[in-house]
Every structure is written in structure tokens, then in C-alpha cells.
């Protein structure tokens, strides 16, 4: 094989159930012995097909009817059981011509997402003439602008996402009853509507949850917290239909928070929003929705008192977090549904629906009839609000996407602004202070090289899908150019930060910011950069104001093809650098290959034909490129054959799943409780990871037992945190402290590798935590393998002061240690959160490289 004739597929996944994902691989060059390639769970999945929209409206399919299910949880909610959805859909799809509904994803259970657009008739002309608008606002925005014809005929785009977290049922009820009468109302009372809007509804965004009366998705991931990272297929369909859609405005329809509550949020705000546009209409969307949802004066709904309680008096107030709340409720990592949106040029409002769950059936099913009516309200006001100021959303969204294409600085708004000095709608500014002021500097351009000085190709590549899959534009240089004064060659990846979707681009790839000092805590993560922890070098170029760089480049859909195996040498060498490498070893292992690995981390593989037909498969696969060797290191350093593992694990689906992205498919879950009872049994695992507390108390010895008969014969151990430190201490393996940050801290964190150490061969010097834990008081068995970076270990995020517990207390402090026992167990404990929320895919090759070494 070579680059002229290798193909290259880079995996199109779809899911299963219980961790089981079936990967489905395409490779150009017929192998003279096939792969089952179905072992590795892919870490970025391309935009679906199936978001594609229609070419005409309507578009009327008949939705596949699932049997009745009287076990659904939404029954007892007195909500629309799933199994009714498609067939009201089908019902009035039979009756109008104003309603189309396509399947435009599938949960993690196999259960169909379904997109509802509402809109008048629409031929193919016409159909197309709206999408090359889109185009011309996003692309060409300085025409936009000035085009009268779009101006005048633009279908504006309003779109509402229902039920993303499963026991929150009602926004999905009140959508159905929205779509109802958008499709069958008298002509005249939503004519307006109609011929001048596109409405679209994701009815269930969480099929899976709604059906289980869960918040989590089938998988065990709360998709709202899965955006950017994209390893639910929940979350996947709205960010695939976010840049099909690209909303003018969106709206994520939750509960339950006591008392209404509609966004904006308060501070820390995201540094890559253009909030001089976005803010003034989401709050004063806010405020309208107040006014109306007072009006209703719906029975038994409630209002926010004088100190911020619910009570049912109707004091003419919801909560409304920019005004309300003013810590705690933010819109910093772009990780939900509306802050990820806000990108495509959207105003945005979470809106959380009042009445929560109860013990209660009878009152659940009154609770229920309350939100629906209170979601009504909102989906009413908000259509009415962007009809009554389409030309100024329009108007803005237009000039976000200008900016980023001309690539100006993001505008800052100075603290206590004047009210009469800003555009109306202005309320917003009697709030706005130096709290609210979170500013940003673009540079020029990111450059991910792909030569020699790139830590790992595989991973760089996976980057590149991960950004395109994103919305970002990247190119890859033409021909060899110099910037900063390092020497970039041709095929070099350059995302211009000139670019409609620069906000995107920056949220993803920059390092992000120190906000510890700035707010008291945060409510969700606060870093997440890719650039940082995808296992990719990234380099930023410049200021977004310099010239562009002196490269021609061309424009890329995926990343280029980076597979090889050499034509000739009798053995072949895989330097594991990367995920994709941990993909093929144990695509290899599971069929039967040979493969041997040296100290260093990297692997051999032997010299027979099937092979090098494997190794042919794999580099199509997963696009490692072999070396070729005479295999001579074989007789002249230390190695190990790797085996085919079978790994036990505590933990959540962050350890199912990273597992499966790496290519382990034999698993073993594993807790006190099922050891005790005998249902599961340690004796054909080969390595345990610990990703959370392995203990027994007094009535679990036959538990206990188990371990110690699985640590007796040698085996080894690999995990996390505190919890594989309590276990290895508990078992006599290793003894140690464990420390750990304050309680919420996290962010990204500067690590140094020990030289010589076990993942010394392919360092990073950066890692995710959450908390931090790092580890002290170590036994004479102990080896340190990582540290905390000294003086200042943290990079981004927030980590709040505490005595023994700060950011300091961590500085140089050991955060990865290894040891053998004296019954020759190996074990490595990681203070690092290399897997967390299966984001920080970085760490995933430090995690498989520890499991065959504790295996080994």
C-alpha cells in the first residue's frame, strides 16, 4: 500500500444499547482477509444524512408507528406517552399540507427523534431559493445585508427542542399541541406565520428518557452536557441540525425549577459571544414572556416572591437568571443545547417549566397540565416576539456572521453602560455591570501541523473531524509556508479564524480562562478546550486583526488520509501515540494478530501474510501508519505480547464508553454488590480499572474475597482519582495519601511527565480534572510517572481557594504514580480526569497504555 492508492475511512457509527455500538467501516482496498471491524466505538461521527431537509414543503412520510407501551413513564405524568407521537404526527400530516416531519436521528435505544417543520407550501424553486438565503447569510453576509429580495422573503427560522432531559416531559406536550394548531388552525390566524416563517420542533430530543421517566438518555449521558464532545446520538441531532437549521431563534424547553425560569443568564458569560447582539433580545424576550405568563394567570401555576421563593400569588414575576441570578446559572461552557446554538447566530433561551415530580400521581398529573399550559404561553410569545422583531433579529444574525468573516475584534460591552446610550430593546442594561464583562483577543488563525513535530497524527486528524463535524471551516495548506517564524509544511491543517462560525471555532480551540477569582461557582464545567485535550499539538497564529497567513490553502470536509503500511520490511512497527494506534492494537488482538510491545510504548507486528493483510485493514480503518522493521528489537530489548483483554471495571458510562472508544469489548461491569451475590466473578478478567469506589463493608466478605483471589494471581490494576487509591490502599498494593481539589474545581491543569517514565514516549503536558486529586505519603513501592506542573498548575477553569486544597497545594505534586506489589501487582493510579464525560480524549491513550502495562 501507498499514500497514491490508500483509502482512508474514518469510522460512521451508529449506537447501541448498554455500551454495545456497532461501528460501521467502509475501506476502499479489498483485504485478502477481512475485518470484522466492529470493535472501536469512533470518537467523532460526521454531520447524518439524515438532517438533510426536504426540497419542497411539504414533506410527508409516514413516520414509523412503534407498539403501545403502558410501562412508558410519561402515563403516570399524564404526559403523551412516546408510542403516541408518530401517530398524531401521521394524523395531521393525513389532514394538512402545512406540517412535514422527517426521522432525523435515533436515541441511543433505537428509538426515532423526529423533526416537525411548520411552514406554508413551498415548491422545489421555491424551496431552494430559501436555502441559498441561508447560504448568503452565513457566507456572503456583507450581501445579505443588502439584498432586498431576502430581506423581504426570508423564511426566518424559529425552532423549539423538546424533552432533552427524559423526566422533564411537558415541553414535548406542548409542542405537539403547538404543531397541532400551527396545522390546523383557520388560514387567516396563522397565515402570517406560515408564509413568512419556518417553525421547527425536535419534539422528543430524549425518546429513551421519557420513555424510562429518566433524565439521562438510554446510555446513562445527560446529552445537555454533550455538546462539543458529541458521544450521544441525542445530542449529535441538534448539533447536526443547528447548522442545517441555523436558527434565528431557539428555544430548549426543560423543568423543573419551582417557578418558571427564561434566560439570558447571569455571569460568567462565554468570551466568544457577540452579546451586544445576543443579549438585548434574549432578555427582553424574557421579559415579554414574564408579561404574558403573568396575564394568563394560569391556576396553580407560581411566581417568584420578594425573595425569590415560589408561591402561587401571582406577584407578576418569573425568574429570569441575567436579573435573578446572578451566579450559578451562567452561560460560559458551550456544552448546552442553547449556548452551543447561539454560535450559528441565534438568540437562545433555556426555559425551564415550573411544577416539578412529586411522590404524589394525582398531583404529578395536575403539575403536568400546568407546565403545558405555561409552556404554551411561552411557545405563543416567543413566535409573536420574533415576528414583531424579525427584521432586527434578522438584522443581527447577519451582522455576527459579518464580523466573523471579517474577522474583527468581538466587541465588548464596558461596565454600568448607559441605557440611553444602546439601541433599544435596552432594559437589559439597568443590570449589566462589571460582573457581566468577560472579554476575549482572536488570534489569526489556528495551525494543527501533521509533519514530525505533531505528537500525534491520528489524534490531529480526529481533531479535524471533530471541528468540520462542529460547523468550524478548516483548510489544509497547499504548499509549505512560514508563521511566528516556524516552518510549516504543505497539508498542514489552518482554521482561519476569519470565518462565519469564528465563536465556534475559538470556543473549541482556546485555552480558555482562570475565572476562580471572578465568581463564587460555577454550575457545570468550566474549561473544555479541544486544543488542550484531544491529544492534538495546536498552535495559535497571531491576532485576529493580522494579515491573513501566506499560504494558499484548500478547503476540507475531513481530515486527509493519514494510513499507511510500507511496501516493504518483514515486521511492521506502530509507534501508539494516539487513540487511533489503541484502536488497531486491539482490532488486531481481537482478531488473533500477534502483537508485541517494547518499553517505549510502541508495538510490532509480525512477518507472515495475514499480518500485513490485518495491518492493511487497519490502517484503512483507523488510519495508522506502520513503519517498516527488521525486527531485530525483538532479540535485543524487552517486550511483552499483549493479549486480548478482558477488563473489569467499576464506574459510570464515562468508563463503558471510553473503553469502547478505545476498543475494549470485553467488559466486565463490576460493583461490591454483584461480587458479593456471585453474579459477577473476577476470573476471566485480566485487568481491573477502578473508576469509582471498590469497597466492602462487613456483610461483603464473600466480595472481598473475590478481589483478593483475583489480586493473588497476580493481575493488575489501573484506575482514578481516590478511588483507586482507597482500593489500593485497602488491598495493601500501594499506599499513598489522596488529595483531593475543592469540592466542584475543575478545568485544565499543566502535568509534566517524568523522563524515562511510563508515558514519557508521548507526552502531554496538559490534562482535565475534576477535581484535581494528586497524591502524597507514598509507599517504597511507588514510582511518580506524572506531576502537577510547579508554581502554577492551572490553565483554565474554575478552582476556588481552600486550605490544603488550592491550586498550589497541587503545584509539583505527583498526579499519575505506578508500583508493583509485593505479589507482583501492577497497579497505576491517575489523579487526572482523563475520561470524564468521555471529553478529554486525550487521556484515552494514557488509559489504554496503563492497562496493558498493568496486564502485562
Known sequence: MNWSTMSFHRIIAGVGVAGVIAATLVVGTAPAVALEMTTAIPISTPISPLVSPPKSYPSQPVLPVEPDNPADASIARGATPYDDIAPKLNALMAKSDRISAQVVGKSALGHDIHLVTLTAKETPAQTRKQAEFREQIKHDPVAAAKNKPLQNQYKVPIWFNGNIHGNEWEGADAILESVEYLATAPWPEVKDVLQNYRVYFTVTNNPDGRILGQR????????????????????????????????????????????????????????????????????????????????????????????????????????????????????????????????????????????????????????????????????????????????????????????????????????????????????????????????????????????????????????????????????????????????????????????????????????????????????????????????????????????????????????????????????????????????????????????????????????????????????????????????????????VELEDLTVGYTGTQDERVTLGKLGFDDLVPVTSATLTSGAVALDDVDVLWVGANLAFNASQAAGRAEVAEFLAAGKGVAGKGTAIAAFSNTFGLVTSTATQGTSGSNGIVSVSDVEGGLLSTYPQDTAFVYPATWYSGLGANATVEQTYAAGDPFVSGHWRASAGRAQADAAGKPSIVSAESAAGNKVLMFGTSLNFRTHPVGGFSQLARGLFWAAG
Open 216 to 639: 439521562a438518555t438510554g446510555d446513562g449521558f445527560d446529552a445537555n452536557r454533550d455538546l462539543i464532545t458529541g458521544v450521544t446520538p441525542e445530542a449529535r441531532v441538534i448539533r447536526d441540525l443547528a447548522g442545517v437549521i441555523q436558527p434565528t431563534f431557539y428555544v430548549d424547553l426543560h423543568g423543573y425549577t419551582g417557578i418558571l425560569q427564561v434566560e439570558p443568564c447571569g455571569p460568567p458569560h462565554g468570551e466568544n459571544y457577540e452579546y451586544d447582539l445576543f443579549l438585548p433580545h434574549a432578555y427582553e424576550m424574557a421579559l415579554e414572556i414574564e408579561k404574558a405568563v403573568t396575564a394568563a394567570d394560569i391556576p396553580g401555576n407560581t411566581y417568584q416572591d420578594a425573595n425569590g421563593n415560589p408561591t402561587t400569588e401571582n406577584t407578576g414575576k418569573i425568574l429570569i437568571p441575567f436579573r435573578d441570578i446572578r451566579s450559578g446559572w451562567d452561560d460560559w461552557p458551550p456544552i448546552f443545547t442553547p449556548q452551543f446554538v447561539a454560535y450559528q447566530g441565534a438568540v437562545t433561551n433555556t426555559v425551564e417549566l415550573p411544577l416539578g415530580r412529586t411522590g404524589d400521581p394525582a398531583t404529578n398529573q395536575a403539575n403536568s397540565k400546568i407546565d403545558v399550559e405555561v409552556a404554551g404561553v411561552v411557545v405563543d410569545t416567543a413566535v409573536d416576539y420574533v415576528a414583531e422583531h424579525r427584521d432586527a433579529l434578522l438584522a443581527n444574525q447577519i451582522e455576527i456572521f459579518r464580523r466573523g468573516v471579517a474577522g474583527e475584534p468581538i466587541e465588548t460591552i464596558p461596565a454600568d453602560v448607559d441605557p440611553a446610550q444602546v439601541p433599544e430593546p435596552n432594559s437589559w442594561a439597568d443590570v449589566w455591570d462589571e460582573t457581566d464583562v468577560y472579554a476575549t483577543e482572536l488570534p489569526r488563525a489556528y495551525v494543527i501541523p501533521v509533519d514530525e513535530t505533531q505528537r500525534s497524527v491520528t489524534d490531529a486528524a480526529t481533531l479535524v473531524d471533530q471541528l468540520v463535524a462542529n460547523g468550524v471551516e478548516v483548510s489544509r495548506a497547499t504548499s509549505t509556508f512560514t508563521a511566528e517564524g516556524v516552518d510549516y509544511p504543505a497539508g498542514t491543517y489552518v482554521v482561519d479564524m476569519h470565518q462565519p462560525l469564528r465563536g465556534m471555532a475559538n470556543v473549541l480551540l482556546a485555552d480558555g480562562s482562570d475565572i476562580s477569582e471572578r465568581v463564587p461557582d460555577m454550575y457545570d464545567i468550566s474549561a473544555w478546550s479541544l486544543a488542550l485535550l484531544w491529544g492534538a499539538d495546536v498552535e495559535a497564529i497571531g491576532s485576529t486583526t493580522d494579515a491573513a497567513l501566506p499560504v494558499a490553502v484548500e478547503h476540507v470536509t475531513e481530515s486527509a488520509p493519514t494510513g499507511f503500511v510500507p511496501a516493504v520490511g518483514a515486521y511492521l512497527e506502530l509507534a501508539t501515540s494516539g487513540v487511533a494506534e489503541y484502536q488497531a492494537v486491539n482490532e488486531l488482538l481481537e482478531a488473533g494478530i500477534a502483537v508485541t510491545a517494547f518499553e517505549d510504548g510502541s508495538v510490532i507486528l509480525g512477518a507472515d501474510s495475514a499480518t500485513r493483510s490485518a495491518a492493511s485493514d487497519v490502517a484503512d480503518a483507523y488510519g495508522v501508519a506502520f513503519t517498516e522493521s527488521d525486527g531485530s528489537r525483538l532479540a535485543t530489548e524487552e517486550s
